[in-house]
């Protein structure tokens, strides 16, 4: 049972490229998130899923895209990668009030 | 706009000492207040939360209270130890604990 699985751990991007961060659950929870966390910001809710098929915008959701088509998975793609997208991302799953948090990838753009 | 502020930013206590992190919030819409402790290298991890239906909580050596009319909750761990060195997070939620707002942060760092 490894909860919650983030791949790949570091990764580093030149500017204009995409990527797509991977993340799965075997938590059989619905809803699922991504966070993406910056020194003195905490972390910043970027889209969620409240199940497969059904997604939606957090607070920084602009220039990331996501999807949802079953309950284990959840990408974040990037579509051009910007400096100001350097950061650690996470993923989260819960069901009620408990979040449960992957290991996080780091990504740099240069 | 920091919907939820965080203070200090960092903290250092001696071994056996109480640390306190103080959290602040405008959204009078939140109902679930967690605490979060990560480890470097490591993700987030639910420690404690609190209802603004009671004022205080406490697990083993760490317990949040929670002032409604101030809207204002704070950790305090009592009889520090080293290994509670990590960085600690307030958060607030509003949607049956989905879509967390986090503080900023506050880095702890106990010495033996």
């Known amino acids: 049972n490894a909860g919650v699985t983030q791949t790949p751990k570091f990764q580093v991007l030149k500017t204009g490229q995409s990527m797509t961060l991977q993340c799965a659950q075997d938590?059989?929870?619905?809803?699922m998130s991504w966070y993406r966390q910056d020194p003195g910001m905490g972390l910043r809710l970027i889209h969620y899923s409240v199940g497969a098929g059904i997604t939606d915008q957090g607070e920084v959701p602009n220039g990331y895209n996501v999807s949802r088509s079953t309950t284990e998975d959840f990408p974040l793609r990037l579509l051009s990668a910007a400096p100001s997208q350097t950061s650690v991302y996470f993923c989260a799953t819960g069901q009620g009030y408990e979040q449960y948090f992957g290991p996080g990838t780091r990504l740099t753009v240069t | 706009q920091q919907q939820v502020k965080q203070s200090p930013q960092s903290l250092i206590v001696q071994k056996g000492g109480i640390s306190i992190i103080n959290c602040a919030y405008e959204?009078?819409?939140?109902?679930?207040f967690p605490w979060y402790q990560q480890f470097p290298g490591k993700g987030p991890a639910l420690l404690i939360a609190?209802?603004?239906?009671?004022s205080e909580k406490k697990e083993g050596r760490f317990t949040i209270s929670f002032n409604k009319s101030a809207k204002q909750f704070s950790l305090h761990i009592m009889d520090s130890q080293p290994g509670d060195s990590a960085t600690y997070f307030c958060a607030a939620s509003s949607n049956a604990g989905n879509m967390l707002t986090f503080g900023g942060g506050t880095r702890l760092m106990v010495k033996p």
């Open positions: 959204n009078t819409a939140f109902d679930y």
């Open positions: 938590m059989n929870h619905e809803y």
């Open positions: 609190i209802r603004p239906d009671v």
